[in-house]
């Protein structure tokens, strides 16, 4: 067990609808990440928080946002979804940058 | 994209033998991570190495950083059917005003019994 929590577990939806993915990290650490596992595009970065501010972005597509809260667990949101969002999504925190990131069990994403 | 490419991309060994899995990336970097996955489930960390090191231990595990070649292997040894998983070295580095990780495309490790 990491210690970084992600609900929900699994997640189905449809076409064009938008969901959100939760994130709570580990106690203390200050940074959040998050990642997309695909089968074809293997494990990519969407996108990092520290202490409530956005850092760092990577491949993440306009239809996606994210926000990390006061109490510094952040929240994935993903609108207009299609097929092609269906992955597993990952949630990482670290105490810094450059840090050890631990990850989150992940959210199974089906858009049907 | 992915900056690490892993190699093999699969590995079949038998128990008690060591497996040695490779890593290569393309820009400077502050650190590698080492991660495993078994099958669908979440990433468990393993061992980072920074860029000034060029080895570092954790129980049988075995970890060694070029960052001249651009390049870092993974030994397990005295493999274990439970090592049997996927296996990702993950490159940390600057990213805008904060670091990301790049993944490679991982090995899969069968160790059989």
């Known amino acids: 067990d990491s210690g970084v929590t992600q609900t929900p577990k699994h997640l189905i939806t449809a076409t064009g609808q938008r969901v959100t993915l939760r994130c709570s990290p580990r106690?203390?650490?200050?940074?959040v990440y998050w990642y997309q596992q695909s089968l074809d595009q293997g494990l990519q970065f969407l996108i990092q928080?520290?202490?409530?501010?956005?850092?760092a972005k990577g491949n993440i597509l306009e239809r996606f946002s994210a926000q990390q809260f006061p109490d510094l667990h952040s929240e994935l949101n993903l609108s207009s979804l299609e097929l092609g969002d269906s992955a597993l999504y990952f949630c990482?925190?670290?105490?810094?940058?450059?840090?050890?990131?631990?990850f989150g069990p992940g959210t199974r994403l089906t858009v049907l | 994209s992915q900056q690490g490419e892993e190699d093999p991309q699969a590995l079949s060994i038998q128990e008690g033998e060591n497996a040695t899995m490779n890593c290569s990336y393309k820009?400077?970097?502050?650190?590698l991570q080492w991660y495993r996955q078994n099958s669908g489930r979440g990433l468990v960390h393993l061992i980072l190495?920074?860029?000034?090191?060029r080895e570092k231990h954790s129980g049988r595990l075995r970890v060694t950083l070029d960052t001249s070649k651009k390049s870092s292997s993974l030994l397990i040894t005295a493999s274990r059917a439970a090592d049997t998983a996927s296996y990702f070295c993950?490159?940390?580095?600057?990213?805008?005003?904060?670091?990301?990780?790049?993944f490679g495309g991982g090995t899969r490790l069968m160790v059989k019994p």
């Open positions: 928080y520290y202490n409530g501010e956005e850092r």
């Open positions: 990482a925190s670290s105490v810094a940058a450059y840090n050890e990131q631990f």
């Open positions: 993950a490159t940390d580095a600057w990213n805008n005003a904060g670091n990301m990780l790049t």
């Open positions: 820009t400077s970097i502050n650190n």
């Open positions: 190495i920074r860029s000034n090191e």
């Open positions: 106690s203390g650490d200050l940074s």
